[in-house]
């Protein structure tokens, strides 16, 4: 069984606050992807990796950086917090570079910037 | 840029009756389109896809078809359980380096008992 976990379910951070949240896949996958999910907007992309220290933009990328030293673990960066980032992060993996692999997500964590 | 629509956002059934959800992408270049449920509080997870080169997928109560052409896929769940309450997401995949998801905006299906 695919295992996608993040280091936290629930956060709240202040304002400028420099936050870190964490993925880890158990699988060997070579993807590794962080969205964003609000209401009504769906699952939006904001940063995606093919392999260990490469990353590309999503649509949404501003306000965000990432970073990936080891294939399991892709790290999402909010330099300094907004309260406009207040929403559920969702991290996801997938093997190799076929069309056709499916993205496993992990748990989610929402987090609360005041 | 590179869009997925979804329609509609919200949808009530009766306990029964079939529910259809439908997406438009726009990048002709897509080839893969996954149906993602996800359960309230949980994450989402596949239930059902279908290639470029394929019509229609079935699995049990729940279908895909696909209109290349018109760019349009459809979800179809027959004989709608309290259990299929949740929120829906289709997506189209786009090469960038590797294989990403457009996600569309999701439909939020209610199964009225």
């Known amino acids: 069984d695919v295992k996608v976990t993040q280091s936290s379910r629930y956060l709240v951070k202040r304002t400028g606050e420099k936050v870190f949240l964490e993925c880890v896949q158990d699988?060997?996958?070579?993807?590794m992807f962080w969205y964003r999910q609000d209401p009504g907007l769906g699952l939006r992309l904001i940063y995606f990796?093919?392999?260990?220290?490469?990353?590309e933009k999503g649509d949404i990328p501003e306000g965000y950086s990432v970073s990936r030293e080891k294939k399991e673990r892709f790290s999402l960066i909010l330099e300094s917090a907004s309260t406009n980032q207040t929403s559920m992060y969702l991290c996801?993996?997938?093997?190799?570079?076929?069309?056709?692999?499916?993205?496993?997500f992990g748990p989610g964590t929402r987090l609360t910037v005041l | 840029g590179e869009n997925v629509e979804q329609h509609p956002s919200t949808l009530s059934v009766q306990e029964g009756d079939s529910a259809v959800i439908k997406c438009t992408y726009s990048?002709?270049?897509?080839?893969?389109f996954p149906w993602y449920k996800q359960e309230l509080g949980k994450r989402p997870q596949l239930i059902i896809d279908i290639r470029s080169n394929v019509g229609e997928k079935k699995d049990q109560r729940i279908a895909v078809t696909l209109n290349k052409t018109a760019k349009h896929f459809s979800l179809h769940i027959t004989e709608t359980q309290p259990e299929d309450s949740a929120v829906y997401f289709c997506?189209?995949?786009?090469?960038?380096?590797?294989?990403?998801?457009?996600f569309g905006t999701g439909t939020r299906l209610k199964v009225l008992a």
């Open positions: 990796s093919y392999d260990v220290k490469m990353k």
């Open positions: 997506a189209a995949s786009l090469y960038s380096g590797t294989y990403k998801y457009i």
């Open positions: 990048d002709s270049a897509s080839n893969y």
């Open positions: 699988m060997d996958h070579e993807n």
């Open positions: 996801a993996s997938s093997l190799g570079s076929s069309s056709y692999n499916e993205q496993f």
